[in-house]
């Protein structure tokens, strides 16, 4: 008797086993198609007027760096900003956000905090430039989004900054 119920049990444990196993699926998901790049011309290299990457191309650059616990925008930055303010003049319908960044010094509370000073610094120079401020929505990531991984000098500079992302 205790083999036959040994037997069972065993049979019970492998037949509830193999009813959870994971079932292949009837079909696959297809592969992936073509790359395309940000502007979608299929990776044949034009460059759309207005989009994201005609803006990275034309400015000076997206992203303006501030100083240790600042929000204040130096010379190279006003500099930046105002070659921003001229593309976004020429196309008055693209809206942009500013995400403001901090590195990893601090709380998380403090660095999200001048995360958006530091973005509404860069928002407030572009409306006093000309760009309307209802094109501008703006975000700060505090310390969660560096760009350099290191804990170094050279690494936090990078990452205390404000960046202008097109939107279309």
Partial sequence: ???LTTTLLIATALLATSAC???RPAELPPAPGPVTDQNGSGGQGAIVPGSRADFERSVTSNTVNFAL????LDDRARSILDSQATWLA???NVPVSLEGHADERGTR???LALGDRRALSAK???AARGVAPGRISTISYGKERPIALGSDEAS???NRRAVTIVLN
């Fill in 69 to 72: 616990d600042s929000y204040s």
């Fill in 21 to 23: 196993s994971k079932k």
């Fill in 124 to 126: 407030n120079y572009l």
């Fill in 156 to 158: 936090w500079a990078q």
């Fill in 1 to 3: 008797m205790a083999k």
């Fill in 109 to 111: 509370e403090y660095n």
């Fill in 90 to 92: 020429r196309y008055a």
